[in-house]
T-cell receptor, first 111, second 113 residues
């Protein structure tokens, strides 16, 4: 039972372009929505996170847009760089004890 | 990197044998988690711990057990390994749980043949 659906599965973007990854959730009890970035051979690392009291959060080139009524949130990477090439996971949590991940998006930024 | 060490980093084992993976932290965080990562499934929670001797099941706990006798160590045991348990296993830690930042280890690649 996948409670967080992520798309696309893979994404190829030119350097300087905008990368957009989308996620949808089902459980209205979720109240914490992080994005994790994972490089090959490494564990995931927190990139940026949002709570449902705001509709957007920006940190540098990375922005989360959150639509509570649609139960959707997305990651936007502005001015994408080859160093951004990684796998990105959205996730959602409604308690301290569990974090439910999306299936991941493999991003490739071409030089 | 957060002070998380997973061991071993790689292991090949035969079907039916028991396997124990270790997660060691130096951060004194209360919460510890075991996830498995498989293509197309993201990361799925196996078991978690919210204190010494306090553990609970996650989404995919069948065939796995855990123990936490000290704050710093969280062990994951495959009682009788099966090929479906071939995966990359990640340990994670968090101060206040998974609704705050979690830190992941480097992972253990387990192959069951």
């Amino acid at each position: 039972q996948q409670q967080v659906k992520q798309s696309p599965q893979s994404l190829i973007v030119q350097k300087g372009g905008i990368s957009i990854i989308n996620c949808a959730y089902e459980n209205t009890a979720f109240d914490y929505f992080p994005w994790y970035q994972q490089f090959p051979g490494k564990g995931p690392a927190l990139l940026i996170a949002i709570r449902p009291d705001v509709s957007e959060k920006k940190e540098g080139r990375f922005t989360i847009s959150f639509n509570k009524s649609a139960k959707q949130f997305s990651l936007h990477i502005m001015d994408s760089q080859p160093g951004d090439s990684a796998t990105y996971f959205c996730a959602a949590s409604g308690s301290a004890r569990q974090l439910t991940f999306g299936s991941g998006t493999q991003l490739t930024v071409l030089p | 990197d957060a002070g998380i060490t997973q061991s071993p980093r790689h292991k090949v084992t035969e079907t039916g044998t028991p396997v124990t993976l270790r997660c060691h932290q130096t951060e004194n965080h209360r919460y510890m988690y075991w996830y498995r990562q498989d293509p197309g499934h993201g990361l799925r929670l196996i078991h978690y711990s919210y204190g010494v001797k306090d553990t609970d099941k996650g989404e995919v706990s069948d065939g796995y057990s855990v123990s936490r006798s000290k704050t710093e160590d969280f062990l994951l045991t495959l009682e009788s390994a099966t090929s479906s348990q071939t995966s990359v296993y990640f340990c994670a830690i968090s101060v206040q749980g998974m609704n705050t930042e979690a830190f992941f280890g480097q992972g253990t690649r387990l192959t069951v043949v």
